[in-house]
């Protein structure tokens, strides 16, 4: 009797605990979602996408245990406008969205919706943590004072920033509105204009460098480097490029364990592998190719950090990680730092033509991951998929209808191509560079251009895809985009560039 009644309780006990509410949410709960964004990563500068001088472990894990696209974009070859992209769900050139200097207004305004507000919309707690680029404030922030609109003002609850680029002054970390660390005694002045204050500038004090830089990037010396810009003040708050890894992965790693109880959207950008290239001590050296290769091992271990961190909270089944970069590689992007001698047989573009500010596919072609164990069925995807549509994709995923129609206007659900139900992707997408392409197909479209190339960039070994002429080349046969087929095929260059056209007036 005794024995019977003890079974009977613990199968009711049984019951109680299978169906506690609790278990219930959990199985419902909604996924996490964390947008690992490198800057400047190219699509072979992993040993995923067939990097041999570089190992990259933990990259390598989400690519195997996640889709692996070969054919993935973000929308521009260069930051601001992919960022731009990123967020909005919308294509840059519609906010003439180009490279920012590290005092410009924010270029999204608050009303317009983004990914984050979205994200909220869904029940969502949103945070940014790493490289902005975006613009902050109104007119030229007043970097002693409450920094907005930025971040906050667009979508997200929390944000630890690198306002602009590491090259780029002013070199400080702003905390949701305010210069982490400044010291009210000695106010924060940025210009692009002049020198200001008596700080040392790069092409003064070229013996304390820790790396030289060109004429551009020889503004202001912080932490022995020389950036882009000058800025007086702020001394306590300068940051030290080394660091970087740590702290960035520790604000990440606090936003991840302060909401392992509700689901959270994390847009984490990493300012690896962009110049100046200043890897923390326990990664230099670390690859045969310098500060470059470095960089990326460095970049590897805070991936790692992120999976870690998510496994000790139990919460890696549950979390979607899309890891993607910003824009294609760049060896030399000015400063001395060997990249170009130590990069000996590597390519950075993989088997594709050009790079970081460049028409051809490398510019914007990159390696993009997503992961999702719970759901995800590990495969690769030839799909063509631009980042355009994170936007569209993750709203349905998560639920959230899409109702302004200047909303994400340039972008697609592709939530099943992301999670590996079908490689139907884009029938046509857009590239921005210096100028404007399109994808239909294999086939690609570079439109004319008789903008030159910009000064800085003409002593560069880099090849832009700038022509007069207009350029079409057949990827299924000529992914080197080497055999320009457009007087041969005249009629498929005008459809293409009417089809350009018209994306680009709607
Ligand atoms: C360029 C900078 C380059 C880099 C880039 C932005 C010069 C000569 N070069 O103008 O160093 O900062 O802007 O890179 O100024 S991006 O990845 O943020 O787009
Ligand atoms: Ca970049």
Redesign the pocket.
């Known amino acids: 009797m005794k024995k019977i009644s003890f079974l009977f309780y613990s199968f009711s006990l049984l019951l109680i605990v299978s169906c506690t509410p609790k278990q219930e949410n959990e199985s419902a709960k909604k996924p996490n979602v964390i947008f690992i964004y490198v ?2 990563l190219g699509y072979g500068d992993l040993s995923c996408y067939g990097a041999t001088a570089v190992q990259t472990p933990n990259v390598d894990a989400l690519a195997t245990g996640g889709i692996q696209f070969t054919d993935a974009h973000c929308t521009a070859a ?3 406008p992919s960022r731009y992209s990123l967020l909005t769900g919308s294509y840059a050139f519609r906010n003439n969205a180009a ?1 920012l200097p590290g005092n410009a207004p924010l270029i999204i305004n608050p009303g317009q919706e983004t990914i984050a507000d979205m994200f909220k919309k869904g029940g969502y707690a949103t945070a940014v943590v790493g490289k902005w ?1 975006l613009g902050l404030g109104n007119g030229s922030p007043d970097w002693n004072a409450a920094i907005k609109p930025g971040p906050l003002e667009i979508g997200f609850d929390y944000s630890y920033l690198i306002p602009a ?1 590491a ?2 002054v002013p070199t400080v970390f702003v905390e949701n509105h305010n210069v982490v660390n400044l010291d009210p005694n000695d106010p924060i002045t940025v210009s692009y204009d002049k020198r200001i204050g008596t700080d040392p500038i790069g092409l003064e004090e070229g013996e304390v460098l820790k790396m030289t830089a ?1 004429a ?2 020889s503004g202001t010396v912080v932490n022995g480097i020389s950036r ?1 810009g000058y800025m007086s003040g702020g001394h306590k708050a300068y940051w030290k490029d080394e660091e970087f890894p740590n702290i960035l992965t520790s604000k990440a790693t606090d936003f991840i364990t302060s909401h392992k109880n509700k689901p959270f959207f994390l847009y984490f950008a990493l300012p690896d592998i ?2 100046p290239r200043a890897p923390n001590a326990k990664f230099a050296g670390k690859t045969t190719m310098g500060p470059r290769g470095d960089a990326i091992v460095q970049m590897d271990w805070v991936t790692g950090q992120i999976m870690k961190k998510l496994k000790e909270l139990n919460l890696a089944d549950n979390t979607i990680i899309v890891f993607s970069s ?2 294609g590689p760049v060896l030399d ?2 400063y001395a730092d060997k990249s170009v001698v130590n990069s000996d047989n590597h390519r950075p573009g993989g088997n594709f033509r050009g790079g ?1 500010y460049s028409a051809y596919e490398a510019g914007t072609r990159v390696p993009t991951i997503v992961y999702w164990p719970a759901k995800i069925k590990p495969a690769k995807s030839q799909a063509l998929l631009s980042q355009v549509d994170f936007f569209a994709s993750f709203a349905k995923l998560i639920g959230v209808k899409i109702e302004n129609a200047a909303t994400a206007v340039d972008s697609f659900d592709m939530l099943d191509v992301l999670m590996g139900k079908n490689t139907k992707g884009r029938t046509n997408m857009l590239e921005e560079a210096f100028t404007m392409s399109i994808r239909v197909g294999n086939w690609k479209y570079i439109a004319p251009q008789t903008k030159a190339t910009p000064d ?2 003409v002593n560069k070994d880099i090849k832009t895809g700038l022509q007069q002429t207009p350029q079409l080349y057949n990827l299924s046969n000529d992914p080197r985009e080497e055999n320009n087929l457009a007087e041969k095929m005249p009629e498929r260059i005008k459809a293409m560039a009417a089809q350009l056209s018209k994306i680009m007036k709607a």
């Open positions: 800057d400047d260069t930051c601001t490279i680029h680029t090259d780029r060109d551009q990037h882009i962009h110049v910003d824009n992007d000015g970081k800085w960039l």
